[in-house]
């Protein structure tokens, strides 16, 4: 009996498959690395094959530890946003590598567009900012880049994809070139709204000079994207679900109700709130996006994106060799009786929101001769709070209060950056015994379109988990934050 569902979670740094059961247990696991490619200042790349064949080997090894094909009763598909692809209708081969959302490439092309006087269009049509982070000027770029690319995309023999696009093509044996809402409303080239309010825009390809016989066909995040080919695991599946990964963990957490909202610590960090059925329009730079859609309906969503989260612990285990693995953070952090004054402000590929500035580079300051490793080991996770403060101070200022954190991602496990993070932003932080909301969202879409629950169902279970609580004094706040807040300001001079 087909009683579970396959998820495909493709993230940043790898590429996972989870098998779920119907009540949303989790059957299997398999994971394998996707590694980064850094061939330039601010640029950040993949190779597309390599997405493809890892996602191949990671489904084929969930699914014989969940005892076989039989019991799937279709995929979901869960992803890395804005990462763009572009490659032959022909062959499916991609054309360059994959150029990650982090990457800065296409700063100045932006600057230019933005000293043009086109953002204000630009947010009204998309709530989205002119930034290198979203996928209109990557497609530009490859398609000014790759000799002869421009001329195939405008004959039609090119197709542009972020990453669930890709697999839906390849999953197909390219059958199907479709996106889901989520995914579409992250690429500076689509009309935000719900249902036929949304759409391609004409006037944004146009301005972004992307042609639009590349774009896929838009569907909601629960739909019918189609047959995955039966020579991939020995069956046909439909593939059932398909959203952005901060989209899908929204889902995940069940904020399904305007006012909501959940923040993911993964390589980045991204606060989502539901904001109901209105299209969202922010003072404060941050993004309007889609939340979700389903049959039933959906809702749009306010974004706030931090650029640098997990990295931070990346950096300071590979490159600084500080800690030996991510649990000795929280020990060394913890060790502490203060931060001692040193501030890392992590800008490794700029800031995002609010402040939204491609060409800021990382800094520490406040070091002095009684600095130790363990104090830039605490600086590095205080950083995380602090830029988390400073989205949720951007929310109110747009009149969207949060009054509890639901958290997710690999950064949640460390009990002690938690409780920081109550304590700087004076609210509860809620973390969910099972962390994998993005991929537990995409199985929850799934199972929408099997018709197996209903919206309803889903967000009125119950979540068992771990509640922190603000401990630290006003005081102590207003001096920590103080200390970043100038910490920044050196930053951004």
């Known amino acids: 009996m087909a009683d579970a569902i396959l998820v495909i979670d493709e993230g940043t740094t790898s590429t996972r498959a ?10 299997s696991l398999a994971q394998e690395e996707v590694p980064l490619a850094y061939p330039a200042d601010g640029w950040v790349e993949q190779d597309g094959k390599t997405i493809w064949e890892k996602t191949v080997e990671v489904c084929q090894a969930a699914l014989a530890e969940a005892g076989g094909i039989e019991r799937i009763a279709g995929i979901g598909i869960t992803n890395q946003r804005e990462t763009t692809l572009v490659w032959e209708r022909k062959t499916g081969k991609p054309l360059a590598p994959a150029i990650i959302w982090q990457d800065r490439r296409t700063a100045n092309a ?14 009204a049509e998309t709530g989205l900012l002119i930034d290198p982070y979203f996928s209109g000027t990557k497609i530009a770029w490859i398609l000014d880049t790759v000799t002869g690319a421009r001329e195939r995309a405008e004959a039609g023999e090119l197709a542009f994809g972020t990453v669930e696009t890709f697999l839906i093509w390849h999953l197909t044996g390219g059958r199907v ?21 949304g759409g391609w825009s004409e006037a944004m390809c146009s301005l972004f000079r992307v042609p639009m016989s590349m774009l896929p066909e838009v569907k909601p995040n629960s739909a019918d994207f189609g047959l995955c080919d039966e020579s991939l695991f020995g069956k046909a599946l439909p ?9 899908s963990a929204l889902v995940g957490q069940g904020c399904l109700s305007p006012g909501m909202a959940k923040i993911t610590y993964g390589t980045g960090a ?16 941050l993004l309007g996006t889609v939340g979700y859609e389903t049959a039933e309906g959906g809702a749009m969503a306010l974004e706030g994106s931090i650029f640098n989260a997990g990295t931070v612990v990346k950096w300071l285990r590979d490159d600084l060799g500080l800690i030996s693995d991510a649990a000795e953070s929280e020990e ?65 200022a747009d009149g969207v209060e949060i009054r509890e954190l639901r958290v997710d991602g690999g950064m949640v496990a460390n009990d002690w950056l938690m409780q920081f993070l109550s ?10 015994d099972y962390r994998e909301m993005t991929a537990l969202g995409a199985a929850a879409l799934a199972a929408m379109q099997l018709g197996w629950m209903k919206g309803a169902d889903w967000q009125a ?31 951004l001079a």
């Not at 932006?110 to 947010?123: F, P, R, S, W, Y």
Request: aromatic share 6%; glycine share 10%; net charge neutral.
């Open 18 to 27: 989870i098998v779920f059961d119907r009540d949303f247990n989790q059957v």
């Open 110 to 123: 932006c600057d230019a567009l933005k000293a043009a006087g086109h953002e204000a269009a630009v947010q």
């Open 177 to 197: 070139h479709a996106t889901d809402v989520s995914n579409a409303s992250r690429t500076l080239l689509y009309r935000l709204g719900l249902g036929d309010d």
């Open 239 to 247: 593939i059932l679900s398909a959203a952005g990964d901060q989209q």
């Open 270 to 285: 991204f606060l989502v709130a539901n904001s109901g059925a209105e299209k969202p329009e922010s003072k404060n730079r």
């Open 332 to 396: 060394m952090a913890a060790a502490l009786p203060g931060n001692g004054g040193v501030y890392i402000v992590p800008a490794f590929t700029g800031l995002g929101a609010p402040h939204w500035n491609a060409d800021a580079r990382g800094t520490i300051s406040g070091i002095t001769r009684a600095t130790t490793a363990a104090h830039l080991v605490r600086a590095g996770l205080e950083a995380v709070a602090y830029q988390t403060r400073d989205l949720l101070d951007a929310f109110e």
């Open 423 to 432: 304590d700087v932003c004076a609210r509860p932080v809620v973390r969910p």
């Open 461 to 491: 279970r119950e979540v068992k988990g771990v509640r922190f609580e603000p401990q630290m004094g006003d005081e102590q706040r207003t001096a920590l934050l103080k200390g970043w807040a100038a910490a920044l300001r050196r930053t």
